[in-house]
């Protein structure tokens, strides 16, 4: 086993004593594993593995997570810069609001704010984060403002939103009491800088969660495509819509994964002449959007009626290829 990494954490008891554990990256014959070992009255714990496997970027992204849940927990490491610290959040007031915000949401405010922002997003046919995200919710929820003034103070809630839902928000806040008044200054004051630093990592720990689970769903979609699973199947392995997993086929082929084998099982069924009127259209109209396609190959009467959500999942597949050979044709 080849030791390529070593460190050793600190962590401050009530008592004066510190608790000490050791963080290892080891390699043996292209396995990598993480290992965290902790001591306790001088007796070391059962090691507890973070990660063992062949990829080296999930192997660091289990090391980035694990280190900012430990540094959470208290734990700091005697080499710092453990999760590339570049920028001084200690005078940030942005994220002064947004630590504030999410310790201080109401709740009953933040369920009708998500509520609406839910509606909205069907309304419109678009993502609800492109709304307003959760941790712009968080802040209202806490600060409740009452005036469109107070409003733009939330960090991200700029004109555009305040033209948007502006007033849709403040029919909401204005029936919650405001507890602290605006302007906000006042925030500085009530975070101290350890608080301020466990919420910094437990976001950086949410955000090395979600990098981990999104690449093991890349890894169980390429899995599936080498298996000969369909669309369908993948979707029920991997729980989510369809529109979801052909998003994320979508960003594989941008990726430069060969996805010809899961694109040939789920044209089979289409007869080559719509397979040839579609990519004629392509090459005409373009491929950025899919509906000016859908209307060239089958008309404005003639879509409708039919499963758009297949047709579009088809039109899809065949932009894949389509841009797979336009590239090839490039080099």
């Known amino acids: 086993m080849n030791f390529v990494f070593l460190n050793t954490f600190e962590r401050q008891l009530g008592d004066s004593r510190v608790r000490c554990a050791y963080l290892s990256i080891c390699e043996r014959e292209g396995i990598w594993a993480v290992q965290w070992t902790e001591e306790e009255d001088m007796q070391q714990k059962p090691v507890e593995t973070w990660y063992e496997g062949p990829s080296w970027e999930e192997m660091l992204m289990a090391f980035r997570h694990g280190v900012a849940g430990r540094m959470v927990q208290g734990y700091t490491p005697v080499i710092d810069g453990m999760l ?24 009953e405010l933040f369920d009708e704010l998500r509520e609406w922002r839910r509606a909205r997003a069907a309304a419109e046919k678009k993502s609800a984060y492109l709304i307003a995200n959760n941790r712009m919710l968080w802040m209202i929820s806490a600060f409740v ?46 975070i101290d800088a350890d608080t ?17 689970d999104r690449h093991q769903e890349k890894r169980r979609i390429l899995e599936g495509i080498r298996e000969g699973s369909t669309l369908d199947e993948l979707a029920a392995k991997l729980d989510i819509p369809r529109r979801e997993l052909m998003e994320r086929i979508e960003q594989l082929e941008r990726e430069g994964y060969d996805l010809e084998p899961l694109v040939a099982r789920e044209l089979a069924g289409m007869p080559e002449e719509e397979q040839r009127q579609v990519w004629e259209a392509l090459g005409s109209i373009g491929d950025r959007y899919l509906k000016p396609v859908l209307h060239r190959v089958y008309g404005e009467e003639g879509a409708a009626g039919k499963p758009l959500d297949i047709m579009y999942d088809r039109l899809r597949l065949i932009r894949i290829r389509f841009r797979r050979e336009g590239k090839e044709e490039a080099i």
């Open 84 to 107: 590339d610290e570049r920028r001084a959040y200690a005078g940030s007031k942005v994220s002064l609001l947004q630590c504030y915000g999410e310790m201080h949401a109401d709740k």
């Open 145 to 190: 403002p009452h005036t469109a003034e107070e409003l733009m103070q939330i960090p991200g809630w700029g004109e555009a939103k305040q033209s948007a839902y502006g007033a849709e928000v403040l029919k909401l806040t204005v029936k919650y009491e405001q507890r602290k008044p605006f302007p906000l200054d006042w925030v500085a004051d009530e």
């Open 196 to 212: 301020l630093s466990a919420w910094r990592y437990r976001q950086k720990q949410s955000k090395f969660k979600q990098q981990m």
